[in-house]
């Protein structure tokens, strides 16, 4: 018997057809949900480092300050980055909280 990766409990599985990964709806619309979560915050991540990218060009400040706000912006995009992976990788964290 295997064990529903969002909440742990036993599912059976059926004899023939694809391998149950949920033990039931619930726990299946509470792991997209938490993809679409993900993404969301993926997406603006995503739209932080296109902003900080472009507002040496255009924006006031130092340089030093875009820098910064690049890296750290990058780099939260890459921890997002690597969240996913792991959520979409290890059955073990799926049902971790964000």
Request: with cysteine.
């Amino acid at each position: 018997m295997s064990h529903c990766v969002k909440c742990g409990t036993g599912v059976e599985q059926p004899t023939t057809g694809r391998p149950r990964s949920y033990c039931g709806p619930v726990c299946r619309r509470a792991a997209e949900f938490k993809l679409r979560r993900l993404q969301r915050r993926l997406e603006a991540a995503e739209q932080s480092v296109l902003m900080a990218r472009r507002t040496p060009e255009f924006g006031p400040g130092s340089p030093q300050h875009h820098r910064r706000q690049l890296a750290f912006a990058e780099g939260h995009l890459a921890g997002l980055e690597e969240r996913l992976r792991t959520l979409l990788s290890d059955p073990e964290t799926k049902g971790q909280p964000m």
